[in-house]
């Protein structure tokens, strides 16, 4: 879980975060049972540090990678040195993107909750329309249990509405897991996702 509290900005995260391996989640989409079809096209919404687009170049896929931080745009820029030619990064909010490119592959590790409710119908349509037939979408949705939940600026959902959300994906993985911890302890209900679009 995010061991920093949101409103405080991301510096921290992505310091603490800068050694770890890939997300387990992206790892297990990259093996041979899920591999996602289509193009060699990814996209990592909320790159953050970047770990998870260095991964997927280092696997030889083009990636967008997208963040509203400069600093992650920096980071993930400095990890992709000698591989930036399939590397394409923007700046920006998920609730101004315009459109997302046709990809086989979207990755939103930690991520999606941080857009603002009115904008997320709309991030989740982009989402849905982007992936090519085959392709994978990666990522996890905060429940309405999280203790952020009261944040009016971030997106949780209940099970049923997570539910609703995959109902138009083959679902691959649904997990639900709920605790304690993270720097800046707190309760966590995080829903783990890996849909694909049939
Ligand atoms: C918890 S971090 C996750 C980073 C990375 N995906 C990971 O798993 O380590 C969330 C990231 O989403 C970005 N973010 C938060 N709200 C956003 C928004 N509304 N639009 C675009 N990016 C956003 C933050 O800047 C941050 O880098």
Same mark, same amino acid.
């Given at each position: 879980?995010?061991?920093?509290?949101?409103?405080?900005?991301?510096?921290?995260?992505?310091?603490?975060?800068?050694?770890?391996?890939?997300?387990?989640?992206?790892?297990?989409?990259?093996?041979?049972?899920?591999?996602?079809q289509?193009?060699?096209?990814?996209?990592?919404?909320?790159?953050?540090?970047?770990?998870?687009?260095?991964?997927l170049?280092?696997?030889r896929?083009?990636?967008?990678?997208?963040?509203?931080?400069?600093?992650?745009?920096e980071?993930?820029?400095?990890?992709a040195?000698?591989?930036s030619?399939?590397?394409?990064?923007?700046?920006?909010? &998920?609730e101004? +993107?315009?459109? %997302?490119?046709?990809? *086989? /592959?979207?990755?939103? !590790?930690?991520?999606?909750?941080?857009?603002?409710?009115?904008? &997320?119908?709309? +991030?989740?349509? %982009?989402?849905?329309? *982007? /992936?090519?037939?085959? !392709?994978?979408?990666?990522?996890?949705?905060f429940?309405?249990?999280?203790?952020?939940?009261?944040?009016?600026?971030?997106?949780?959902?209940?099970?049923?509405e997570?539910?609703?959300?995959?109902?138009?994906?083959?679902?691959?993985?649904?997990?639900?897991?709920?605790?304690?911890?993270?720097?800046?302890?707190?309760?966590?209900?995080?829903?783990?996702?890996?849909?694909?679009?049939s």
């Amino acid at each position: 879980m995010p061991p920093t509290n949101p409103r405080k900005g991301w510096e921290g995260y992505y310091r603490a975060n800068q050694d770890r391996p890939a997300s387990p989640l992206l790892r297990r989409i990259l093996g041979p049972d899920l591999l996602p079809q289509g193009n060699r096209q990814a996209i990592d919404l909320g790159c953050g540090a970047g770990l998870e687009t260095a991964s997927l170049l280092n696997a030889r896929w083009n990636v967008l990678a997208i963040d509203r931080e400069p600093r992650a745009i920096e980071r993930v820029e400095a990890l992709a040195a000698g591989q930036s030619g399939r590397l394409v990064t923007v700046t920006s909010c &998920f609730e101004e +993107l315009e459109e %997302l490119p046709s990809s *086989a /592959l979207i990755h939103a !590790g930690l991520s999606l909750p941080f857009c603002a409710p009115a904008g &997320f119908p709309r +991030l989740w349509a %982009l989402i849905a329309a *982007a /992936l090519e037939p085959g !392709g994978i979408f990666v990522g996890h949705l905060f429940g309405d249990r999280h203790d952020w939940a009261s944040y009016p600026e971030m997106s949780f959902h209940t099970r049923e509405e997570v539910e609703a959300l995959c109902s138009e994906f083959v679902i691959e993985l649904l997990r639900e897991s709920e605790g304690d911890g993270g720097l800046v302890p707190h309760h966590w209900h995080r829903f783990d996702i890996i849909l694909r679009k049939s």
